[in-house]
């Protein structure tokens, strides 16, 4: 039962999250959530969504039939960094944030720290 409830978990998250993520103006209007100035936001919210439901699914790969092992565990948040250091990648290339320079310096930071943490972090998911 545990190992159906982690994929309607990662369905969820899948469901609210990729709209957000690939378009956040329309999603905001069809969910009936508060209007946004900027796309920026709801693309983060919709990255960390996309990245739960891709931990949860990785989660749901490692533990296979054995049944949940306690929770997503050092794979499912390197799948988490990684995906939200990829869409703040993106939102500077394409130059969609509003933020002056030192945001974009503090969050050309963030993607460097997500990516190298990952990094390290990946030899020992197992």
């Not at 092992?69 to 944030?97: C, E, N, R």
């Amino acid at each position: 039962m545990a190992h159906q409830l982690l994929w309607l978990q990662a369905l969820l998250y899948a469901a609210t999250g990729v709209p957000l993520l690939i378009l956040p103006k329309t999603a905001i209007m069809l969910f009936g959530l508060p209007r946004s100035e900027t796309a920026f936001w709801p693309r983060l919210a919709g990255a960390l969504l996309t990245g739960l439901s891709l931990a949860l699914a990785t989660q749901g790969k490692v533990a296979g039939l054995n049944g949940i092992s306690g929770g997503l565990g050092l794979a499912g948040i390197v799948v988490i960094d990684l995906t939200l250091a990829a869409l703040l990648t993106v939102l500077l290339l394409l130059q969609a944030t509003d933020a002056p320079r030192r945001g974009r310096g503090l969050l050309l930071l963030l993607i460097i720290l997500l990516v190298c943490i990952s990094f390290v972090a990946i030899p020992y998911t197992g």
